[in-house]
């Protein structure tokens, strides 16, 4: 999808460009960042505390869902129960 002008994209291309590695990466993972606390703030608004697994899992199952078929996440989560 390129909902952007194309003289927007290509000046955003530009000022991108002159940030360093190091800061394209640290926005990246700030992004992300922001990425999770918005998925779990739409997945756990009736429940004030889920366990630390249950965040892990739901944060999984969000974002990594269609990656992995129902057999290997089986194994994942058993993997985390085991480990926790």
Do not use: N
């Not at 000022?15 to 703030?41: D, N, P, T």
Request: glycine share 2%.
């Amino acid at each position: 999808m390129k909902d952007t002008h194309h003289i927007i994209a290509h000046k955003m291309k530009t000022l991108m460009k002159q940030k360093s590695g190091e800061k394209r990466l640290m926005m990246g993972f700030s992004m992300f960042k922001m990425a999770q606390k918005l998925v779990l703030s739409s997945l756990f608004l009736k429940s004030r505390r889920p366990s630390a697994l249950d965040l892990r899992q739901a944060l999984f199952l969000r974002f990594y869902r269609s990656d992995f078929s129902p057999e290997i996440r089986k194994k994942i989560f058993r993997f985390w129960l085991d480990h926790t």
